[in-house]
Structure formats: structure tokens, C-alpha cells
């Protein structure tokens, strides 16, 4: 499977503690972002890599969250200290900048559920 | 700030029917996107829209853009139970390779 793939599907913690999600994206693209998706409502942007660098972060990215694509490969998510308010699916998506239109491909996403 | 409004959020509809999703935005832009989401899934992408008076189809669903009104459109021909899903736009800033902002979705039912 060629597509963008993340780890876990799902995760269920409680209160206060980390996770740390996985994406792997498309082989051949060299960005990455990670967004967030509550019911109901469409994504909103967190943050954006290309290669390894971590060119921006939203607001939503509170001191809790850190993110990291240390090979401009794979990326890395970590909640800190979760809150109820981060139950959430956190999509991935690459695309390749050597494309004029930037077409970003979603995985599958990441279902935390906070208790 | 960019904002993408979406209308409506909310549509059903018998099969057979047409109908037209319209996609508003508030700052210029080259590119918009449409992705498909089914429930519990991640985003499929539809359509690429890069320039003024784009028109793209694909089977029973078309996309057009008009940049000066800021607006796109997906309408939908002879409707299907298999159409059944969210659709999104999505925006990027003009000449942005950043993040996408989008719309809130509209949610599309189709009946028998």
C-alpha cells in the first residue's frame, strides 16, 4: 500500500497521560502535516514539515503537543498530559512540492478518546 | 484570516435529483480543493482547482471555481445512495504551500 499510514487507528487514555501517534507518509513526498478533526466539523491545521523542518504551527498547537519528522520520513505526534478537550481524530496528510498544486493525501487518522 | 463557509451543511436529497454545493471563501486564492469523507473515515481527494473558471468532473459530481467571487461550486447530477457522505472544500492562502483551512462540510444524504 502506497498511501499515508498512521499508528495507532485507535487510543484510549486517561486523563494525564502521553500518547504519541505515528504517520507515515506517501514515499516520494517530501510534506507533511498534521491536522485535527473533532465531530462534526472539518480538519484545522496544527502544524506543517518539509523535509525536517517544522515550518509552521497553529495556535491550536498548545506547549502539550510537539511534533517531529526527524529523517523528513516518518512524523511523530505527542500529547502531552492529556486533556478531555483532545479526544479528536488527528489526520495526517503529505503531499510533493515538486507538483504545482500541492494536492495533500489524508491517512487514515488517529481516534484518541480522552476518559 | 482565511475563512471557507460552506452551504449547505446539511442536505438531503431523493435519487435522481440534482443539486449544488456552494463553497464561499473571504481571501484570495489559486487552489481549491474538494475531498469526500465518509463516516468514520479520512478524506478522499475529488477535485483540484487551480485557476479561474476551473471546471472538473468526475462521474455524477462537478466542480467549478470562480476566483473573483471567491466562490466554488460541486453539483451533483442524478443522484446516487452511493454519493451519500461529507463533502469539504478546502483553501490554501494565494501562492501558499501551506496548510489547507477548511469548510465546515455538508453533510449529504441521499434517499430512495
Known amino acids: 500500500d502506497t498511501g499515508v499510514s498512521q499508528n495507532p487507528r485507535h487510543k484510549i487514555t486517561k486523563r494525564g497521560q502521553n500518547v504519541t501517534f505515528r504517520c507515515d507518509p506517501i514515499s516520494e513526498h517530501n510534506r507533511l502535516y498534521w491536522y485535527r478533526q473533532t465531530l462534526g466539523q472539518g480538519p484545522e491545521f496544527l502544524t506543517y514539515f518539509q523535509n525536517e523542518a517544522q515550518l509552521e504551527k497553529s495556535r491550536l498547537l498548545s506547549d502539550r503537543f510537539s511534533a517531529e519528522r526527524p529523517k523528513g520520513s516518518f512524523s511523530t505526534l505527542e500529547i502531552q498530559r492529556t486533556e478531555q478537550g483532545d479526544s479528536a481524530m488527528y489526520l495526517c496528510a503529505s503531499s510533493a512540492s515538486v507538483t504545482s498544486y500541492n494536492e495533500q493525501f489524508f491517512g487514515p487518522g488517529t481516534r484518541l478518546t480522552v476518559l | 484570516e482565511l475563512k471557507v463557509e460552506q452551504n449547505p451543511l446539511f442536505l438531503s436529497m431523493q435519487e435522481g435529483k440534482n443539486y449544488t454545493i456552494y463553497c464561499n471563501y473571504s481571501?484570495?486564492?489559486?487552489?481549491l480543493y474538494w475531498y469526500r469523507q465518509d463516516p468514520g473515515k479520512s478524506l478522499e481527494s475529488l477535485f483540484v482547482l487551480l485557476s479561474n473558471g476551473a471546471v472538473k468532473q468526475e462521474g455524477r459530481l462537478m466542480a467549478s471555481l470562480d476566483t473573483k467571487a471567491r466562490l466554488s461550486t460541486l453539483h451533483i447530477t442524478a443522484a446516487v445512495h452511493d454519493l451519500s457522505a461529507t463533502y469539504f472544500c478546502a483553501v490554501v492562502l494565494y501562492r501558499s504551500a501551506r496548510q489547507l483551512t477548511f469548510g465546515s462540510g455538508t453533510q449529504l444524504t441521499v434517499l430512495p
Open positions: 481571501t484570495t486564492s489559486d487552489r
